[in-house]
């Protein structure tokens, strides 16, 4: 029996392990693919640690700000702010440390050539094994175009209202000029042909 009692726990023993490679062959596997899909995106995934030192930088960063991760890797994240923004950023770490959720936003960010564009931004917290929070990553993605496009579009709209209220404006400065007596006066009759009253 003592054998049969090894034996049956050398099969467990083996099953497990087996059971603990293809875990681990799993988790491999999903972290490439998370990798691939961090490396791949078009959006700047940025991480950082609770002092705002950035600690990764993917393809998509340096297409957004400019930088490539050689040469932001270690430096603070307010290398990519204006001075306005770093009370937005200490505000953000306090919020990471107390462990609130962060809502998406919208901000201003200041790219390597020292051109501002706008983005919006989505915080996680990064936790280790103990599920204690140790950063954050940010995915950060540029609307820039589409701010623009929106300005155009409120431009255009005011002038088109503009257009439209203009001529009843004229209406009304007829009417004005008719109730104070102007019509006929040497001011009205040296007025443009569209401002004379149509009976004269």
């Known amino acids: 029996m003592p054998n049969a ?3 049956y726990q050398a099969v467990l023993t083996l099953k497990s392990k087996r059971k603990a ?28 640690s609770l002092d705002g030192t950035i600690t990764s930088w ?9 930088y490539t991760a050689e040469e932001i890797i270690g430096k603070h994240i307010t290398t990519l702010m204006t001075p306005d923004r770093y009370e937005e950023e200490q505000s953000i770490l306090q919020r990471l ?6 809502e998406p936003f919208e901000t ?12 919006s931004v989505t915080i996680s917290p990064i936790k280790n094994v103990e599920g204690r929070i140790i950063g954050a990553s940010k995915i950060e993605r540029d609307i820039t175009k589409g701010k623009q496009a929106q300005e155009t ?6 002038e088109m209202r503009h257009r439209v209220n203009n001529p009843f404006a004229i209406t009304n400065a007829l009417v004005g000029m008719r109730a104070h007596g102007l019509a006929g006066s ?11 009253n149509p009976k004269d």
């Open 108 to 119: 201003i960010r200041r790219r390597k050539d020292g051109s501002l564009i706008h983005v």
């Open 153 to 158: 579009q409120a431009l255009l709209i005011g």
């Open 58 to 66: 993917n393809k998509g960063a340096e297409h957004v700000f400019g």
């Open 21 to 48: 490679d293809r875990e681990a062959e799993q988790t491999g596997a999903d972290m490439q693919r998370f990798a691939f899909i961090v490396e791949s995106s078009n959006d700047a995934i940025v991480s950082k």
């Open 97 to 102: 440390r107390r462990g609130e959720r962060l």
């Open 186 to 196: 040497p001011r009205w009759e040296r007025s443009p042909i569209w401002m004379r």
């Open 5 to 7: 009692e090894a034996a």
